[in-house]
């Protein structure tokens, strides 16, 4: 067998070799593939201890083919009552000294992703069932509800109920004291939990219900402020501000609990965990593309996505392979790293973000102009698929640092510009960075700073006009493009795609375009050449994955810097490559990464 | 052209823009059929042409089917996409109405029944059984 297997691969390499002017490698699978489903490994890197024996964690853990492990914290596995703990007295399954020590023996490293308020995937969300008495209730009326991969309804209950916020208290106290006293060094993340409903992540932890009204009242009438006096604008800034504190309070219990082990703060997405997706398993409609978009949004808003709520029949194929690859082996493990944008660690693959767009979220920034009124997000996934970052104020440390083989455009609004995004455009304007500001909202007060950078620089502004009036600065490798937005308003669709279109070809973008993609995923990551590879100066990796029922056909035509350097985990594919061009052909379920080497 | 055994609609009576100045009205929140979600256009055409009141744009925009701005007229408007549809029937579910099946409810297989089942049904009587020859064939 591993002989005409061999025969194949020296007829496959000659193949292309008659295409390829550089050699192209066949290797196959070398991300860590999981093992067959375990419920207590139900998602990426996930470990849920309470699903299985602590006599069978060493075999589990052992058996893992990572080794840094994600342990969410089950509180009403610890408490019934929400008055006492169980930290291995009485079951032994609630032993996380004996998980940490099994974990430590195995060489693995365990990450304990502690909730603030629900965690989707347990019955309460996991509050103990005493103290569960209210339902949360969402914008749309309903029940904050989802369903998990065992069928089971999970009812998610108001965090906004005084005696849940006292019980929480206790268990991190708790939960701290026994970390101290058992000096467990295991890193600790605070995690709200989230999902993604119409584009927007939504927390958990937020709630319509009458407990949070009539909590929010009482925050009014505290700041003497009356609900009925106050504007709509006035009423959203107050009631987003308000959920804000609330979640800042659970964060600070934990804060004060877990001192040194608390890494700090986490977004996580349950992929398929809002109620319109809650209602489409319902009448069994999911398809594997409505989880996939929701995995890939969650990495453009640098947010975790979990499939812990997906079926595990789901991710057998396609989408199972995208979140090991996407997720399990590259964006969670940086994501996690306290240095995760800094390490220049060469063999590790990060995302690729062309873009940087940024967008303020405060509960009123959407009735100004947005970037999808402006038909943005359509041309970016056209041309670059979702290799973009949306920032917003809560990431916008995590892209401070320009890694050197990974250039982008950083995209502002002037209503969102304050002190801090002002300085970070300058800083990143004088150190070669590219940015695109719409001046549409920009106040008066910062107009005047910007033209007071530019002449105190002696900065010379080109004025362009094409379909609203263009100003360009440059300052070295830096170049800051300013439009006026509102001009664009009564445009229609295809102007503004093609102006997008128009704009962006001036930044000189090193990028390989992809025909024909409609229904196939695809994302690009990125990580620098070794010291084998210093013919090329950056190594991208694009993964293909076709979620379709139907054949895909796609074609890449390089630019003269791009080399086809190899091809990898490829199923249920053919890969043809010409000279500057390269066809794949994907059957359904399929999918493949090609590697490509990056010169100058 | 497509057969529907049943539409179920689930509707709420709120401000669904808090940043807008327009009063609390009724809305659809979401329509299904018995193959899942419905496609919205001859729902919407049918809201703009006959139905439309302030603020619908920005509704369908979040793919809402609204203002409706009593309960009746929320009605008319289900019985009338219910014959535009040919559909046999349409269920409609306010919010509170799901609320509480989902209260009583501990799988997903029990609140979708309750939901098929106990919701307000408007029979379309103009709809015929099909006759044996469509029986055959479809």
């Not at chain 1, 940086?334 to 967008?359: G, H, M, P």
């Amino acid at each position: 067998m591993s002989i005409i297997l061999e025969i194949k691969e020296e007829i496959y390499i000659k193949f292309l070799a008659t295409f390829v002017r550089h050699e192209v490698l066949l290797v196959s699978l070398t991300t860590p593939v999981p093992k067959e489903f375990d419920s207590a490994f139900p998602s990426e890197n996930w470990f849920f201890y309470w699903k299985t024996s602590a006599s069978l964690w060493k075999t589990k853990l052992s058996e893992f083919p990572g080794t840094r492990i994600v342990v969410p914290i089950n509180w009403a596995f610890h408490s019934d009552t929400g008055d006492k703990f169980d930290f291995g007295e009485l079951r032994p399954e609630t032993n996380l000294l004996k998980l940490v020590q099994i974990a430590e023996e195995l060489s693995r490293e365990l990450i304990f992703f502690f909730p603030l308020g629900a965690f989707p995937f347990l019955a309460n969300g996991g509050l103990p069932h005493l103290l569960a008495k209210n339902i949360a209730v969402n914008g749309e009326g309903l029940g904050v509800h989802v369903i998990d991969s065992e069928d089971n309804l999970i009812k998610i209950p108001t965090f906004f109920d005084p005696k849940a916020f006292e019980a929480y208290q206790k268990f991190t106290h708790a939960f701290g004291e026994y970390f101290r006293t058992n000096k467990i060094a295991s890193d600790v993340w605070a995690i709200n939990s989230g999902y993604f409903s119409r584009g927007c992540f939504t927390s958990y932890l937020e709630d319509h219900s009458n407990v949070f009204e009539s909590s929010f009242e009482r925050y009014l009438h505290s700041n003497k402020k009356d609900k009925q006096s106050l504007s709509p604008i006035e009423f959203s800034q107050e009631a987003y501000e308000y959920n804000k504190q609330i979640l800042d309070l659970y964060f600070k219990a934990v804060k004060e609990s877990f001192h040194h082990n608390l890494e700090g703060q986490l977004s996580v997405a349950f992929i398929g965990g809002s109620s319109e997706r809650v209602l489409k398993k319902l009448f069994g409609s999911m398809v594997i593309s409505d989880y996939a978009d929701e995995v890939y949004e969650s990495l453009a808003k640098d947010i975790v996505p979990c499939s812990a709520l997906v079926p595990h029949k789901f991710k057998s194929g396609v989408l199972g392979r995208e979140l090991n690859d996407l997720i399990a082996n590259t964006y969670l493990p940086l994501r996690l790293s306290s240095s995760a944008y800094d390490d220049e660690d060469v063999s590790f693959f990060r995302t690729l973000s062309f873009f940087k767009v940024y967008e303020k979220v405060d509960g009123v920034s959407s009735i100004f102009q947005n970037w999808k009124d402006l038909e943005l997000w359509n041309y970016l996934k056209a041309n670059f698929g979702w290799n973009y970052k949306i920032v917003s104020s809560d990431t916008l440390s995590l892209h401070e640092n320009k890694s050197p083989y990974q250039d982008h455009v950083s995209l502002f609004h002037g209503h969102d510009i304050d002190r801090t995004i002002f300085q970070y455009i300058l800083k990143a304007f004088m150190n070669g960075g590219k940015i695109i500001l719409n001046k549409s909202g920009l106040t008066d007060e910062y107009v005047r700073k910007f033209e007071t950078f530019f002449l105190e620089n002696s900065l010379n502004v080109e004025k362009v006009n094409h379909l609203t009036m263009m100003e360009n600065i440059t300052l070295g490798d830096g170049r800051l493009l300013m439009f006026d937005g509102e001009a664009l308003i009564s445009k229609e669709k295809s102007e503004l795609v093609d102006f997008w279109k128009k704009i962006i070809s001036t930044f000189d973008i090193v990028h390989v375009p992809i025909e024909n993609a409609d229904g196939v995923d695809y994302f690009w990551r990125t990580r620098a050449s070794k010291t084998s590879e210093l013919k090329f100066e950056e190594v991208r990796r694009l993964s293909l994955y076709n979620s379709t029922s139907y054949r895909k056909k796609i074609r890449m035509k390089l630019m003269k810097n791009f080399i086809i350097y190899k091809v990898l985990d490829e199923i249920n594919v053919i890969v043809q490559t010409f000279p500057n061009e390269v066809e794949v052909e994907l059957a359904p379920d399929g999918s493949v990464v090609l590697d490509f080497g990056v010169f100058s | 052209m497509k057969e529907f055994e049943y539409v179920l609609g689930i509707y709420h009576y709120f401000k669904p823009f808090s940043l807008n100045p327009e009063p609390p009205s009724f809305y659809f929140l979401y329509f299904f059929d018995q193959h899942g979600f419905l496609d919205l256009k001859e729902a919407q055409d049918l809201y703009l042409n006959h139905f439309k009141e302030e603020g619908a744009e920005k509704a369908l925009e979040y793919s809402y089917i609204g203002p409706f701005e009593t309960i009746e007229k929320l009605n008319q408007y289900a019985f009338r996409l219910c014959e535009e549809l040919d559909a046999k029937k349409i269920n409609l579910i306010s919010a509170s109405e799901y609320n509480s099946f989902l209260e009583s409810s501990t799988q997903a297989t029990q609140l979708a029944s309750d939901i098929l089942e106990k919701g307000n049904a408007l029979e379309n009587l103009d709809k015929k059984k099909p006759g044996l020859f469509k029986r055959l064939f479809h």
